[in-house]
């Protein structure tokens, strides 16, 4: 059994660990919440550009011609992989970089495929290893910004049109609650839900004047669409990293609860045997006296 | 009046009363009134200016598309410098 100064060491190093994750988790809890915020104050946004080119569509009455919507024989892939910089999130990041992994040996096998990790640990999990990869953009976690993911989301439909990529696909954690995360492959280029989209029915009958032209506002209004969709997973990403490590430092917390309680039970035990050890020396020691 | 409101993928720019609204539209810039017909513009990069009751102000965007309708309006920029 271990001594009562090696059980007394462990308790203050156990319960300082403990003061760490419960700080953790408090700075990921408010971090959550301004992720969360972020993704509320860009619904309106989002909101109106389905809105409005669903209007624009609609007054095509379903010619629609999009660029980004073009099939093509697959040969060359790009996967936006999502992870965080840091981790102590659980397996936020071993998920995706499993679930990459995977689309690279499995779905993709044979072709070209390109890695764009976004975020510090699939940058160097891909980098490290033999992958092609496009390393312009990986510390975007560090401050999401519109701007920022924009340039990339461009980066991602530019390679599409010049026929660099055929496809484009995200993997990142969807935002279901704070406890779950789902892994999520979305493909981003080619862009579906076209032919959805042209099928609509004219659901308003305000008769809108388009300038400079129905072509040219389309032409205009699906790039940032895209970039829109492209947005949303990053901050849903960024939203998820936070929850996950939200919950992960609670179960640290918790546990490191559960090891303290055994530890004093342990170091109290260790103290009742030593106080009756010398209870009993003295006991025997006062009876060897009267002995004599 | 006309509401305006004004917001980008990260924040809401304006949201208020105008009397007035001017936008730079892909072919030339272009003032909306009250009373203006319902109208889809796509916005190139220049300045968007209205006058609220407290005097004029602007902004500068790069590219958006803006929505009129019933004397709303709504803009929707990509980005908004200053």
Do not use: W
Request: contains cysteine.
């Amino acid at each position: 059994m271990a001594n009562l100064k090696e059980v007394k060491q462990r308790i203050t190093s156990v319960s300082s660990t403990q003061q760490i994750t419960k700080a953790m988790k408090m700075v990921a809890a408010a971090k959550l919440r301004r992720a969360q915020d972020r993704i509320i104050k860009m619904r309106p946004y989002s909101q109106k550009l389905t809105s409005i080119l669903d209007e624009v569509v609609s007054a095509m009455g379903g010619e629609l011609e999009i660029a980004y919507a073009e099939q093509r024989p697959v040969q060359n892939v790009l996967i936006v992989s999502m992870t965080s910089d840091k981790g102590l999130c659980g397996a936020f990041n071993s998920n995706i970089i499993k679930a990459t992994v995977s689309l690279i040996e499995k779905e993709y096998k044979g072709k070209n495929v390109t890695i764009l990790p976004l975020g510090k640990k699939a940058f160097e999990f891909f980098t490290r290893r033999n992958y092609k990869t496009k390393t312009d953009f990986y510390e975007v976690f560090t401050d999401v910004k519109y701007d920022e993911v924009r340039t990339i989301a461009e980066f991602a439909m530019n390679g599409f049109i010049s026929k660099q990529f055929d496809q484009v696909v995200l993997v990142y954690n969807h935002f279901r609650n704070v406890a779950t995360q789902d892994i999520t492959v979305e493909q981003f280029l080619p862009m579906g839900g076209v032919e959805k989209l042209a099928s609509k029915k004219i659901t308003t009958n305000t008769d809108y004047i388009l300038e400079p032209s129905k072509e040219y506002v389309i032409r205009d209004l699906v790039p940032t669409a895209l970039k829109t969709q492209f947005y949303k997973a990053v901050l849903d990403s960024n939203a998820s990293e936070h929850g996950a490590r939200m919950t992960s430092m609670d179960k640290a917390t918790e546990n490191a609860n559960e090891l303290l309680k055994e530890l004093k039970l342990m170091y109290n035990r260790n103290r009742q045997a030593a106080i009756t050890n010398e209870i009993l020396e003295i006991v025997a020691g006062a009876n060897a006296l009267e002995g004599s | 009046m006309i509401q305006l409101t004004i917001i980008t993928p990260d924040l809401k720019v304006f949201e208020g009363e105008v009397s007035e609204a001017t936008f730079p539209g892909a072919n030339g810039s272009f003032q909306v009134l009250n009373n203006h017909a319902a109208i889809v513009s796509a916005l190139g990069k220049g300045t968007v200016s209205y006058t609220t009751k407290a005097g004029k102000k602007s902004h500068i965007i790069d590219g958006g598309v803006v929505e009129v309708k019933d004397n709303k309006i709504v803009l929707l920029a990509e980005k908004v410098i200053d």
